[in-house]
């Protein structure tokens, strides 16, 4: 084709770059949304459909974003995208969780390893700063990903900069006024009577020198002693066999537990080596696998006892001089072992009960560091052991407490098993229970919330608020009744510096009663100052700053002969600061009141939260947290609907996670790919499940977003010469073709729409892509092109594709704008404004397109186009193979070289159909010639492609009988048509 010629097509024309350049061109775009204010306006617009508050769970401030982490903000991003356009108001106020061990943790490796000592305060202003240096990077990070918030700070500024808001509509943990409302909370159950002090055992991180709350907690496979070891009862002539994967909890043994219903076995056994006789006790059930896991040769059964026979026999400690006396429990069972429980109550949750029941001593020889305490209970070569295994795997503890057994005869068997074994989430080292001193919340007690006013234990009412709340996936409700029914009262103290203070004072080295009115009265002080009040000023000047009222009320508090004294200064002689910490989760769990009830600075906010949506992790930890701190303070839920999503794996369904050394950011990602393709990554996984990651993921992901991208400018690049006030068809006398494709342009926007209504994004990923690849791509525009370049700029049919196609490009590229938002933006500014940037126009201030409905004349009469279409597109797949074997034997090489006979039964259906829309066979199976040839009666459809005769035209590429002259050549008739009309 002549140059000359060549330009008389219409060929298309956009500057919509085909090449994304994501990772340089993002980061403009997010200037330009803050320029414009886009979440300002987004805000601003009408809402018919009222205000989703969707609350954000707040990240720890202590490294940089997780792709973990960017997985659920992306989410949480793509959900209130798409509300917005929904007709709602979406208010979302990102939050930074900032006190806690995992901060503390790290800034305490860094000032050990340049050796600086710190007072508390010093370590906390250090934690202070530390968390403050990563929120300002995790903020840019969120920003970079897209994210749409009322940021504290403009993209790429910091928050020194003038331009920075002066009021954050973000949250801090560690904000003033954030921390005064933990205390008023706190202080509300308080006020209930639910808090107490006792000692029970708690998880107890070795490395961290802290309790640990469950959600702290990890499971790991560990690698432990087995051993069997007998406790003699001198007045039976037998030994009563215990078996333990935990020897270094020996020294605190006082008693063994059997099942009152059990029977119980002695085992005779003569050993030939040492020609020694001994008679073992053990349950009857597990006397095989005992005999066989200490083997036992030739032993024998004898006289059988029922377990509540045994009770109060003593049994004497194998390796102390002290009685260890066999109690009944119900929960001995016998999955394992010798159905003779080892029972130490300052070392296991049932073992305490079971000394609280029983009147055994809550005895722990175990300090905060892991080590035995020398308390002239525990022999002296054990003193100053560590309990802790090194890296090793060796225990100090567990090696001498086995010599010791070996020593005294009492070592039946040492084995080694691999189970599932808590670990400090943190440190990543086993962790131990550890009977100390600290603050509960009995989670039992009694409230008046249920509605009539009688009194209600929290933890029923918190199952039935359970029962009230949307769970997805469904499972989530079982996984999290599970968690509240089983859990133990809630220890809420904390032996770190870095967190809220808990409001006490020590006399004589025991901790007081907590009084809610003084808590109070510190929580006005610390929306002041922040909890470095109570770290910062003495005892004195603390009471000297309270109300009389307040310190006459805590005065009453005080043992007898102290609290006489009414001058602080005197009454400061007498008391020391308690140095416990509120349990982090109480800091996370509390947002919904500190944020969401906050009416002075978030009254756009409403209480309860419409959705919570983070890590199936969070079943035990934020959902738990939240939920218990809403029941006690309101009796409610705090959420109506909760959505968890599953952790970020690899190939090889391993989480990925921060603290396992290998991190994998949310930057070393976008800068790679580009921010919407990771959105579009999140966009395609089932995060119900968990989420696969790999490069061959992402490059699969990148591909079906370059077909969306292609899509996009395909599309604007033949709307070109397109004014829709001007040209615009009526939908009745569109061609059957546009109908079918705005036909299904419905179905796509239905089911994206209710995809995204479900919250099942992947459907909607996977709708959008089959769209855009097969019914778009591979099949409309592909026929389009001969009609939108080859016929004259006005023809009615090239009008009527336009049409359709302005049509199909505002509803696509709306219904992607919540997934590649930079992207739908771009596009859509251009098909505006024709540039990049639009200052009047985003796609994010549209609204989300409509569901037709099926029952309006236009629908019907698109749906009945379309199935008549779909007919055509069905005997067009056997017409490509036919055009596909001609291409392979090179009979022909595109299908404009190529005739379509198709021999049909002229009463048949098909002939009905194809005699309709004979006009429009060769645009739509995309060959120069179709011919229809009667068949025999009854005979099925036969398609026989042949290379097409006559001349080639060369403006259109079809094959034509004859040529006619024009000026600017040979072309076919149709062509000097459209000639003649540019004319």
């Known amino acids: 084709m002549s140059e000359e010629l060549k330009d008389t097509l219409n060929l298309p024309a956009t500057p919509f770059p085909m090449r994304a350049n994501l990772a340089t061109r993002e980061p403009a775009r997010i200037a330009h949304w803050e320029k414009i204010r886009l979440y300002d306006r987004i805000q601003a617009k009408p809402a018919p459909n009222g205000t989703f508050v969707l609350h954000d769970g707040p990240p720890f401030t202590n490294g940089d974003v997780h792709i973990g982490t960017a997985l659920n903000k992306l989410l949480k991003d793509l959900i209130l995208r798409h509300k917005t356009m929904r007709g709602f108001r979406t208010p979302y106020v990102p939050g930074w969780d900032c006190h806690g061990l995992p901060i503390e943790h790290k800034v305490m490796k860094e000032l050990q390893a340049r050796k600086v000592p710190l007072s508390p305060l010093e370590i906390r202003q250090a934690c202070a700063a530390f968390s403050d240096e990563h929120i300002r990077k995790q903020r840019r990070q969120f920003q970079r990903l897209g994210i749409l918030a009322d940021w504290d700070v403009p993209f790429g500024e910091s928050a020194a900069n003038p331009a920075a808001r002066a009021n954050s509509a973000e949250y801090q943990t560690k904000a003033p006024a954030y921390e005064a409302s933990i205390l008023r909370t706190f202080a509300k159950i308080v006020d209930l009577g639910l808090v107490y002090r006792s000692k029970k055992p708690v998880y107890w991180s070795i490395p961290c020198a802290t309790a640990l709350a469950e959600a702290e907690i990890e499971y790991k496979d560990k690698r432990s002693p087995s051993i069997w070891v007998a406790f003699p009862v001198p007045s039976k002539n037998f030994s009563v066999v215990i078996w333990t994967t935990t020897p270094w909890t020996l020294p605190a043994n006082l008693a063994i537990a059997v099942h009152p219903d059990l029977d119980y076995v002695e085992i005779h056994h003569h050993d030939a080596t040492t020609n020694v006789s001994r008679t073992y006790l053990v349950a009857d059930v597990r006397a095989d696998a005992f005999m066989a896991d200490c083997a036992l040769e030739g032993a024998t059964r004898g006289a059988i006892h029922k377990g509540r026979a045994l009770e109060n026999l003593e049994a004497r400690h194998p390796f102390i001089d002290r009685a260890s006396p066999i109690v009944l429990a119900d929960y001995v069972t016998t999955d394992a072992g010798t159905g003779c429980v080892h029972t130490a109550p300052g070392h296991g949750v049932e073992d305490y009960q079971t000394g609280l029941r029983c009147g055994l001593e809550i005895y722990c020889p175990v300090n905060d560091e892991g080590a035995y305490v020398d308390d002239g209970r525990v022999p002296r070569n054990l003193a100053g052991l560590s309990v802790l295994e090194s890296a090793d795997g060796k225990c100090p503890a567990n090696i001498a407490v086995l010599q010791i057994l070996r020593e005294k005869g009492a070592l039946l068997q040492l084995k080694t098993i691999q189970h599932q074994y808590p670990h400090c989430w943190r440190s990543k080292t086993p962790v131990i229970f550890r009977a100390v001193d600290q603050w509960f919340v009995a989670l039992d007690g009694k409230i008046a919330m249920d509605g009539s006013g009688a009194p209600i234990p929290a933890r029923q009412l918190a199952l039935k608020q359970i029962g009230q709340v949307g769970w997805t996936p469904d499972f989530g409700e079982n996984r999290i009744r599970s968690t509240v029914e089983n859990r133990p009262d809630w220890c809420i103290s904390r032996q770190r510096s870095w967190g809220i203070p808990i409001p006490a004072f020590r006399h004589n080295g025991q901790v007081l009663p907590l009084d ?329 201030l549209e609204p989300w397109p409509a569901p037709q409905g099926a029952e309006t004349p236009e629908a019907a009469d698109l749906a009945a186009a379309a199935s008549e279409f779909d007919r055509l597109l069905g005997i067009l797949d056997t017409v490509n193979a036919s055009l596909e074997a001609l291409r392979q034997n090179k009979t022909i090489g595109q299908s404009l070289e190529a005739q379509v006979t198709l021999a049909v039964d002229p009463a048949s259906d098909d002939h009905a159909l194809l005699q309709r829309h004979a006009g429009i066979l060769p645009e739509t199976f995309m060959v120069s010639h179709v011919a229809l040839v009667p068949a025999p009666a009854g005979a099925p459809l036969d398609v026989r492609v042949s290379p097409a005769p006559g001349v080639r035209c060369p403006r259109c590429w079809r094959n034509v009988e004859a040529t006619v002259h024009t000026a600017h050549g040979d072309v076919c008739p149709r062509c000097a048509g459209a000639l003649d009309a540019r004319a």
């Not at 959008?768 to 099949?779: Q, R, V």
Request: charged fraction near 25%; charge should be negative.
């Open 516 to 844: 809610a009115h003084f808590i109070k009265a510190i929580a006005d002080k610390v929306a002041e100052h922040g909890t470095d009040y109570w770290f910062a000023r003495s005892v004195e000047e603390i009471i000297g700053d309270l109300p009389e009222a307040v310190v006459r009320g805590m005065l009453a508090r005080i043992p007898d002969g102290i609290g006489a004294e009414q001058d602080a200064r005197h009454l400061a002689m007498h008391l020391q600061k308690a140095t416990d910490t509120l349990d982090v989760w109480i800091d996370s769990g509390t947002s919904h009141i500190a944020v969401l009830q906050d009416r002075d600075r978030h009254p756009e906010l409403h209480w309860p939260a419409d959705l919570y949506l983070e890590g199936s992790d969070q079943h035990r930890g934020w959902f738990q947290s939240s939920l218990w701190t809403s029941i006690l303070t309101r009796g409610e839920a705090p959420y109506r609907r909760v959505i968890t999503h599953g952790f970020v794996v690899n190939e090889k369904r391993q989480k990925i996670s921060k603290s396992d050394g290998k991190p994998q950011t949310a930057d070393g990602y976008v800068n790679k790919y580009g921010a919407d393709i990771v959105r579009l990554w999140v966009a395609s996984e089932n995060y119900q499940n968990d989420v696969p990651l790999s490069d061959s993921i992402f490059d699969a992901v990148s591909t079906q977003y370059r077909n969306l991208r292609n899509t996009l400018r395909y599309q604007l690049s033949n709307l070109y010469d397109f004014d829709p006030a001007r040209h615009a068809v009526p939908t009745a006398d569109l061609t059957l073709l546009d109908k079918w494709a705005l036909a299904k342009l419905a179905e796509l926007v239905r089911e994206v729409s209710a995809a995204c209504d479900a919250y099942e994004f992947h459907k909607a990923y996977a709708a959008l892509t089959t769209f855009s690849a097969n019914t778009l791509s591979a099949t409309y525009h592909n026929i389009l092109k001969d009609r939108l370049y080859t016929l004259a700029a006005d023809a009615p049919a090239r009008r009527s594709a336009q049409t359709a196609i302005h049509v199909l490009f505002e509803t696509f590229v709306r219904l992607l704008a919540p997934f590649i938002p930079f992207t739908a933006d771009e596009a859509w500014s251009y098909h505006r404004a024709g540039t990049e940037y639009a200052d009047g126009a985003s796609v994010h």
